[in-house]
């Protein structure tokens, strides 16, 4: 029996170059996930998913395994307790490709695959609700940022 892992695909109307910040741009993930996503998204970097209240809670940490903006990140995932654990790390992949150009303007495919949870069914569980409604704020914010303005 094969590893349990979650898999997602939407297609966005942005450029691959906006679905990049939208994924690694802090400023635009507090907008629709609530949490910062900081890095330099270099490849061997460290990156933290913070809560964006007072306290800046770390969330979940890790390490950028591969990074080719605007195409592809590749990220390793913990609790941050767990990080260097290998038994509770998990491995998010994101490939980005641009479709064709339609008349109303660009369209980009994500393809999400989150995997190598190994016993951290906990982990599993909350991804594979989490990441579909994450990706549906993506979305929401890059094709309508009128309904995100903050106050």
Not at 38 to 56: L, P
Request: hydrophobic residues 35%.
């Amino acid at each position: 029996m094969s590893e349990a892992s979650f898999s997602h695909v939407l297609y966005i109307h942005a450029t691959p170059e906006e679905v990049w910040d939208g994924l690694t741009d802090s400023d635009l993930t507090s907008r629709y996930w609530f949490h910062d996503n900081v890095s330099d998204w270099a490849v061997g970097s460290d990156w933290t998913h913070r809560r964006t209240d007072e306290q800046g809670t770390v969330d979940i940490a890790g390490t950028v395994l591969d990074s080719d903006p605007p195409n592809r990140l590749v990220l390793s995932w913990a609790r941050p307790d767990d990080v260097g654990d290998p038994a509770r790390t998990s491995r998010v992949t994101i490939e980005i490709s641009p479709q064709d150009e339609w008349p109303l303007g660009p369209w980009t495919g994500l393809r999400l695959e989150h995997s190598e949870f190994g016993a951290d069914r906990e982990m599993r569980d909350s991804v594979s609700f989490g990441w579909p409604a994450v990706l549906s704020g993506l979305k929401s914010i890059l094709e309508r940022p009128d309904i995100f303005e903050l106050e």
